[in-house]
């Protein structure tokens, strides 16, 4: 008798078998997602780091220099390839368009989430979601034949420039800024808005004092992620900023961002050769500025969730 | 003594409904009131026929089973239910009914402040929570404000356990202390009635206690109708108590009737604890 239990007992049953499997696969899976992403970044890595040991270039002069001609040397017998042209171009429209943006998005959220949640969530849900749905080269394009004869209306010069990618991001991250902006405000509880109500505040003070106070960490992110889109966006910013690779002088002349040299750049080189190493080393850079905006992001969140 | 001397008596001879009104036996000027007063959460009716007075600085309990309706009931006098039910009937406040879509919400809530079950402090600090809805009435001189924060938290007795304390963060008060920094905030803006919505059940019973003396103390200047769901609560700090049952006032009494004679059935097992 006794026997017989341990036997049962010993016996693996068809469920734990099954369980065993379901681990297994779920196990694998993340490992294959985290392999993929170091192989990423090594590879970006080692092919963007090549520049300065490969092929001898300063690493100050990379990120300092204003001259972007990976095929020509200069005086000093070095080859041309200054990125911060590139570099602040990439900044200065991440930053303008998220400048716009958040003004809209927080109004916007507001009036979603505490003016009107039912007109909101019935009218501006599907809006947003359906932007967000659009694909980049469809922006790029709307920008290339409305955006940019805009600007040159208004603006003169070219119509292409910093200006022109501003105006197409700001639309592009708009919808992105905005939901986790209603997800914030939705994140504040509702006893804060009762306590404030309850004590004769008006709803504006109510939303202005207590609700944007308390979903300041959850507002930032939102920028943060929308302006990580807006650093990495690549063709829509490609189609309407002019893609000339110079230190941007003026909102209305032809500039580049990192990724707009990139995906004109990619094509037209040679594996290995330095023009080609030089490109990665922009990818290299885009990557590292990702990573610092994730690591702003969770360093946001943390600090929320501790004085909450 | 019945408002509705044509309560029907049900066969056992109890009365079905019995509601008092204070004026009868008491000299204190009512100074909230309820007519007709009906809450419908979209097409279900919470409360049928809310008609109570309270007396001025007098504690009125309203006790009642879970889902009763006290607390809809409670929130539809200042107004919290807005946008949240429906609320028909009047509401009057010193006579004027402040049930009407002109009434300035605002400024009728400074005068009818609101406690709230759950503590409810701002993440800020003892003195920003207590100084916000003044502030948010244009209050800047640093004196008054001052004042009014050392007022109000000696009104709620916290003054002693706080006073060094006052710039730091709310959050890290303890439960009791936090009520008794709402019922503080509640008193900054000069209430005229204090609305409180079980402002205990969160509690520990020795902060409960602090909390009945601070309201036995506000008594002298305020008038003040706390909802409860602990009936010895209700038997050791009101003066006046209304039992609530489906959406219903059955009976409303002074305290003592209550819970030594009641005139209905259904309040008599309610207080000698049959269900609930």
Redesign the interface.
Known sequence: MNNNLQKQLLKRSKAAKLERLGKTVSFLALMLITLTVFAIIIFVASKGLSTFFTNHVNLMDFLTGKNWNPSVTNSKGQPEVGALPMISGSFVVTILSALLATPFAIGTAIFMNEISPHRGAKLLQPVIELLVGIPSVVYGFIGLTVVVPAVRSVFGGSGFGILAGTFVLFVMILPTVTSMSVDALRSV?R??R?????????QW?TIY??VLR?ATPGMLTAIVFGMARAFGEALAVQMVIGNAALMPTSLVSPASTLTSVLTTGIGNTVMGSLQNNALWSLALVLLVMSLIFNLVIRMIGRKGAM?? | MLINPSSPHSDDGWLARNIVDPSLKDSAPIVLETKQLHVYYGDNEAIHEGDLKFPEHRISALIGPSGSGKSTYLRSL?R?NDGVARVTGEILYRGVDVNRPEIDV?????RI????Q?P????KSIYDNIT??LK??GVTDKQTLDEAVETSLKQAALWDEVKDQLKKSALALSGGQQQRL?IA??LA?KPDILLLDEPASALDPVSTSKLEETLLQLKNDYTIIIVTHNMQQAARISDYTAFFNMGRVLEYDETSQIFTSPQVQLTNNYVAGDFG
């Open positions: 509880p006893y804060y009762e306590a404030a109500l309850a004590l004769g505040a008006t003070q004092k207590v308390a004085s909450k | 200042n919290m605002y400024e009728m809530r400074r402040g609101m406690v709230f759950r409810n402090p701002f993440s916000f809805a948010r009435r709402c905030r509640a803006v």
